[in-house]
């Protein structure tokens, strides 16, 4: 397995499922799947990837105007262009909205693979802060502890990862959905109540029951405020 984390915008539901499996076959180890250009944009701020493979033409925001906002908004990771433009201007378009490389359809998986590769090699990725202080709390990502004044606080797994995301996006509202892919993966049998009973430990273990600091968008998921 490669150690690299896809996110595939393609609204065209066969080629999404073929590439989807033509990759895990090669190997890619996570592969993230919208078919939605506003999706892309959420996933892609919520979480990094190695690649963005974003197809031209999506529902709900247009590959173009989804890669310029990504720029804008400072997200560095790499960005392939998929599309059926062929044109010299198209590129052009492509590339000028912040897109790293451009394939054309139809092409070959290996070719796909190859591109993906040399994009992750250019090493992308931020260097993400070991400790994270936040108000009266200190955050330490690689033993995975939360303190408070300094006394430890115990935090299951799941919560401090959920935790953990939530602060990487503070400002941002994070969706039910992605919340869930991002800590239990879509696959796992997970309701949405238990995304919710998870938000609640959570708050009491860090005594926030008024809710002051994780905060509740009512039909939509939850934000750390900036």
């Avoid at 433009?85 to 054309?104: F, P, T």
């Amino acid at each position: 397995m490669m150690r690299m984390k896809v996110l595939l915008a393609e609204d065209d539901i066969y080629l999404g499922e073929l590439i989807v499996h033509l990759l895990k076959k090669k190997g890619v180890e996570h592969i993230d799947w919208v078919q939605e250009g506003e999706d892309a944009y959420d996933y892609a701020l919520a979480s990094f990837y190695d690649v963005i493979i974003l197809d031209w033409m999506l529902p709900n925001g247009d590959g173009v105007s989804i890669c310029q906002r990504l720029r804008k908004n400072g997200y560095h990771g790499a960005i392939l262009m998929l599309t059926a433009k062929d044109a010299v201007q198209d590129r052009v378009e492509g590339l000028e909205a912040g897109a790293d490389d451009y394939l054309v359809k139809p092409f070959e998986i290996d070719e796909l693979m190859a591109r993906l590769k040399a994009l992750a090699r250019r090493s992308f990725a931020p260097i993400q802060e070991e400790i994270v202080r936040w108000g009266a709390f200190e955050v330490n990502r690689t033993s995975h502890t939360l303190m408070k004044n300094g006394e430890q606080i115990i935090l299951t797994p799941r919560e401090f990862q959920l935790l953990d995301l939530l602060l990487q996006n503070r400002g941002r509202v994070l969706t039910r959905d992605i919340i869930l892919d991002r800590i239990w993966g879509y696959d796992a049998d997970v309701s949405m109540k238990t995304i919710d009973a998870t938000v609640k430990l959570l708050r009491k273990k860090i005594g926030d029951e008024h809710q002051q600091l994780i905060k509740t968008v009512r039909g939509v998921g939850y934000t750390i405020e900036k």
